[in-house]
Nanobody
């Protein structure tokens, strides 16, 4: 069974950092684009960042550009989201997804269960 599993969420103070991981099982993550999404209570899901299968094409939402970094290690079947300078507006459930195609037309076929990030003092 193909699945993605996120980890690394938690409670962090404003200005702090977290690193989220997304581990794939049952699928070769290296064959897929990977995206990180987030959804805050009462808000629409937002695509935060995406990276193509080879790691050369990266895109960020304007709200996180310069603070978040997406990366991947295909041999480990893992993708990451390094989040720096966090603020309360970053509080959300964060999800990773794997899909086919290239930004902005990526068809997301696999989703993780999510990890919660709370930014609060």
């Amino acid at each position: 069974q193909s699945q993605l599993e996120e980890s690394g969420g938690g409670l962090v103070q404003p200005g702090g950092s977290l690193r989220l991981s997304c581990v794939a099982s049952g699928l070769n993550l290296g064959e897929f684009a990977v995206g990180w999404f987030r959804q805050a209570p009462g808000k629409e899901r937002e695509e935060v960042a995406s990276i193509n299968s080879g790691g050369q094409l990266i895109n960020y939402a304007a709200s996180v550009k310069g603070r978040f970094t997406i990366s991947r290690h295909n041999a480990k079947g893992t993708a990451y989201l390094q989040m720096n300078s966090l603020n309360p507006e970053d509080t959300a459930d964060y999800y990773c997804a794997a899909g086919w195609g290239y930004y902005p037309k990526i068809e997301w076929g696999y989703w993780g269960q999510g990890t919660q990030v709370t930014v609060s003092s």
